[in-house]
């Protein structure tokens, strides 16, 4: 059996606009992570900290990449072929995206800040976000099986694990009233960047054998999230906007 390649495959085919709002909300999620990460290093407390990288978690894992990726699959077509996503790997998947991130979060903000738990902290960003990523993919499910090209692949964690660390740093590191949205932008290019590049990698072989795909259309999965996560955005920034501010974050930068 042939695999079919990009050129019968379509990956913006509801239009441009997935990839525009799918990068809106990654850029936003990614803003309000990366501050909800520095509010927790300037708190004293433990629970405070612990709500911080909680709020970081969901923001980045939560919305950032998984959601970000589903409203990107709005435009994931195979012509001639119906496409179903598994509830259970896609809930799964969010849940890897926002553990692993939260992982990483709390390395670099819950204790003194160095090069090594940057590096560390960005590979495991970077694995979160590639990690959802194909097991985001794995939720597919129609007559066929997906076939991966194994350089794009690594070439596409790669990306993610260097631009997550650059976002950490930018969040951690840069003290200049710009950093912020640098971090955000850098971060949302590591979720981006790493999913288009997946998607690269990406061809399908057809196979009549399989039985026909039982799950959720991505609409019917992406819709009720975006508007749950609309209210946990709004949530946040409402947290972030009316809590005091602490005076107490770390000085400094460990080598």
């Known amino acids: 059996m042939a695999s079919v390649h990009h050129d019968s495959m379509q990956h913006f085919a509801s239009g441009a606009w997935t990839l525009v709002l799918a990068f809106a909300v990654s850029v936003i999620g990614s803003l309000i992570g990366l501050s909800c990460t520095r509010r927790a290093r300037g708190e004293t407390s433990r629970a405070a900290r612990f709500r911080w990288?909680?709020?970081?978690?969901?923001?980045?894992?939560?919305?950032?990449?998984w959601l970000m990726h589903f409203i990107a699959?709005?435009?994931?077509?195979?012509?001639?072929?119906?496409?179903?996503?598994?509830?259970?790997l896609t809930a799964l998947s969010a849940l890897v995206a926002v553990v692993v991130v939260g992982i990483g979060l709390a390395l670099v903000a819950w204790s003194g800040f160095t090069?090594?738990?940057?590096?560390?902290?960005?590979?495991?960003?970077?694995t979160g976000v590639a990690g959802m990523h194909y097991l985001g993919m794995s939720a597919i499910r129609f007559k066929g099986h997906l076939n991966y090209d194994p350089s794009l692949v690594t070439l596409s964690v790669v990306i993610a694990i260097a631009a997550a660390t650059a976002a950490f740093w930018f969040t951690l590191v840069v003290k200049t009233p710009g950093a912020s949205v640098a971090a955000g932008l850098a971060m949302a290019v590591a979720v981006t960047g790493?999913?288009?590049?997946?998607?690269?990698?990406?061809?399908?072989t057809p196979d009549?054998?399989?039985?026909?795909?039982?799950?959720?259309?991505?609409?019917?999965l992406?819709?009720?999230?975006?508007?749950?996560?609309?209210?946990?955005?709004?949530?946040?920034?409402w947290t972030l906007f009316t809590t005091t501010k602490s005076l107490n974050e770390p000085a400094g930068y460990a080598r």
């Open 73 to 88: 699959m709005l435009g994931f077509d195979i012509p001639g072929a119906a496409i179903k996503f598994s509830t259970g």
């Open 53 to 65: 990288i909680t709020f970081g978690a969901v923001a980045i894992g939560g919305v950032a990449i």
């Open 115 to 126: 090069r090594t738990r940057l590096v560390i902290a960005g590979v495991l960003a970077g």
């Open 208 to 220: 009549v054998s399989v039985p026909a795909p039982q799950g959720t259309d991505v609409f019917n």
């Open 222 to 237: 992406v819709f009720p999230v975006f508007v749950i996560s609309g209210v946990v955005v709004g949530a946040m920034l």
């Open 194 to 204: 790493m999913h288009y590049t997946g998607m690269a990698a990406v061809s399908v």
